[in-house]
Structure formats: C-alpha cells, structure tokens
C-alpha cells in the first residue's frame, strides 16, 4: 500500500523503518492545500493533529483505506464520513495497555497546576525586569490543598499517584469507576461535592456527547470561590463563555488550559487568547500535553506496528 504521512517533521526513525517496511511511503510536512494535492493516490493518510480530516480531504483521497493517527482524541477526523466510505481509522484510542506507559499529559497537568498555583508565569515574567517583589507572588501549596479530578480513568488515575506525593487531598467524580478500581489517595464523590470542595478542579474525560459542555455556568458557579480550573482533557468539554464569565467576575481564581474548543480554527482575535494577554489568571498552552520527544516516539512506533498490521490483515493491500 502507498502511505502518505503528512506531518513528518522529527518523526521516529524507527516507526519510519516500520512503515518502510509495510508499504510505499511518501513523506511530507503538508500545509491543507499540500495535503489535498497529495492525498489522491495513496491508500493510508497519516496525521497528528494539524489537519482536519473532513470531507474534502477524503474527497481528495479517493482512494484511501485508512487513516492513521498516533493520537487517542478523533475530534479532528470525521469519523462518520470516514466509516460511511469504508475507511478504517487507526489510532490509540482503547490501546489501554500501551497508554498507561505514556505520562506526558499527567505531568503536564502537574505542572499546570504548580503554575497557577504559585503564579510562576508572572514571577518568571518580572525577576528579569528587576520585579524581585517575592510577596507580590505569595501563593499556595499542593500540600495541604484539595484537588478534584473530573474522570478518573488513565489519566486521571495518572494524575492522582503523582498527587499523592505531593500530599494533596485528592476528591474523584467518575459514575463508571467502583471504589476498588480507584487508587488508595482517591475518594469518589459526586460532582456537587468536588466542585464545592475542590481547591482545584482537573478535567480528565473524553469528549462524548455526555460530557459535551459537562462543565458550564452553574457548574463553575458551583466551585469553590478563588477556585483554579486545569482542563487537558478536550476543550468542548468546558463551555468558554461560561468559563470566561467565571474569570473575569473574580469567581475563579484562575485557569490553565492545554486544550480550546475546535482548535483548527483557533486565531489570535479568539476570545480566551484575547484574554490571556490582558490577564494573568488564565494560562494557555497549545495542546502540548502529549508533545515529548519520548512519548512521541514510543507513540508513533506503537502506531506504525498497528498500522502494518493493519496493511498485512488486508492482504498487503492486494
């Protein structure tokens, strides 16, 4: 089979040699327009998380079987479309085994709440200035703080062993987890409890369309005044109006966010960039959670052996 990877820029020389030997690759580092001139003529596209597979693009690739993925988010494919043509969509989507090695995203996580907690963009942002106030950046601890975890599967459960080192009261709300399956720092409540008692409150849950918007106005209304948001889940799951509200009234302490709401049409006029540069309370990143050079290559080799896999159930594209 003939394999377009469209975002090759450092990928791993050994998933590169896995998919070398499976088929004929094209290596690109495509734009969209890229892309659609690219796509006819190959039988599986790869991507991360720059383009949008929708309807044109599979249009263009007219001949596609599969499209790949090193991913466990699908928002950027259209799956309905792809599965109505007959085109398999690999991915690491319920690869559990495999994800629980990949702790990217959990530390990220960490890290975000450090930021908020102790205001290191702003302490990092004046030191150099000659801002050596340090009560001007007096904040709080982990230690001793209550953290709430909306969803506790892989990485929520990641999240809350790297918490039990620090110390951190550590509340859970997930109706598909039992008390047995959850770690021994972890107490389930339901969600009125954790938004009300939570220090911070950390978004660890798939976009379905029952967590679509599953944090919205009353729901942050709920959470504890002064309270801190980290969302590394997917950004639909919080409604952004709704969050900058709670923001800009005061009612939230602050918010780190790895993840927007359709992130391909994310501009520099988007309402929480807007934001983010006028205020110090809301902290972006650009979906960076899984963007280690380690945790991408081990990502990228699981995927090209499923991949190849795939190629050889299909009878080597014969």
């Known amino acids: 089979m003939r394999i377009l990877v469209a ?4 990928f791993s020389a050994t998933a590169a040699g896995i998919l070398a030997g499976a088929g004929e ?9 890229g892309l659609l001139a690219l796509a006819p003529g190959h039988e599986v596209l790869w991507v ?3 383009h949008r597979i929708d309807r044109e693009i599979l249009d263009a690739g007219r001949s596609l079987r599969a499209v790949a993925t090193p991913t466990t988010g699908l928002t950027h ?3 309905e479309e792809a599965a109505r043509r007959g085109i398999a969509v690999l ?11 990949v702790r990217a995203t959990a530390e990220l996580t960490i890290g975000l709440m450090l930021a908020l907690l102790r205001d290191l963009p702003g302490a990092l942002a ?3 200035r000659g801002g050596w106030d340090r009560d001007r950046f007096r904040g709080r601890e982990l230690y001793g703080s209550t953290v709430g975890l909306v969803g506790l599967g892989r990485l929520g459960q990641q999240v809350a062993r790297y918490l039990a080192a620090f110390e951190a009261e550590v509340l859970a709300c997930d109706p598909y987890v039992e008390r047995a399956a959850a770690p021994p720092n972890v107490r389930l409540v339901g969600m009125a409890e954790l938004l009300g008692r939570a220090d911070v409150v950390s978004v660890h849950v798939n976009l379905t369309a029952e967590t679509r918007g599953l944090l919205g106005a009353a729901e942050l209304a709920a959470m504890r005044p002064g309270a801190r948001l980290v969302n590394t889940a997917r950004g639909e799951v919080i409604r ?4 900058l509200a709670a923001l800009r009234s005061g009612h939230l302490g602050g918010a780190a966010l790895d993840v927007l709401a359709d992130e391909h049409a994310v501009g520099g006029d988007h ?5 983010a540069r006028e205020h110090g309370n809301l902290l972006l990143t650009p979906h960076i959670g899984g963007c280690t050079g380690s945790s991408m290559e081990r990502t990228e080799e699981f995927l090209a052996s499923k991949v190849a896999r795939w190629i050889a159930g299909q009878g080597g594209g014969q």
């Not at 952004?240 to 969050?243: C, D, F, R, S, T």
């Not at 309402?271 to 934001?275: D, H, M, V």
Request: hydrophobic share 35%.
């Open 7 to 10: 975002e090759s820029s450092e």
């Open 240 to 243: 952004e109006e709704a969050l």
């Open 126 to 128: 004046q030191a150099p």
């Open 77 to 79: 494919i259209d799956g």
């Open 25 to 33: 690759v094209t290596w690109a580092d495509a734009d969209r327009a």
């Open 91 to 101: 991915s690491l989507r319920g690869e559990t085994e495999f994800l629980r090695t």
């Open 271 to 275: 309402p929480l960039l807007r934001y």
């Open 48 to 50: 991360r998380l720059r």
